[in-house]
């Protein structure tokens, strides 16, 4: 669907020294967009509710907890 370019998952490994304030997520998705556009675009697809992206969404929303959001600037994932 051309939604993305692309996504990463990550999981916390405890390290001593490292985990003085450790967060409060186990993990972490990230997806790559190419601009705004492209991220606004996946958005309004998510947000429809519709197949076949809706029970996808809904099964993992189901997996998840104690979730957070954040947005980068466009690109930043290339640094």
């Not at 967060?23 to 697809?45: H, K």
């Not at 809904?58 to 466009?74: E, L």
Request: glycine residues 6%; aromatic residues 12%.
């Amino acid at each position: 669907m051309g939604l993305n370019i692309g996504w990463q998952s990550f999981s916390r490994r405890t390290h001593p020294g490292y985990n003085l304030a450790p967060p409060d997520q186990e993990g972490l998705v990230a997806m790559f967009f190419e601009d705004d556009e492209q991220a606004n675009r996946c958005w309004d697809v998510v947000s429809t509710d519709e197949e076949p992206i809706a029970s996808l969404h809904r099964g993992v929303n189901q997996k998840v907890t104690n979730i957070s959001f954040f947005y980068s600037d466009v690109n930043t994932h290339n640094v």
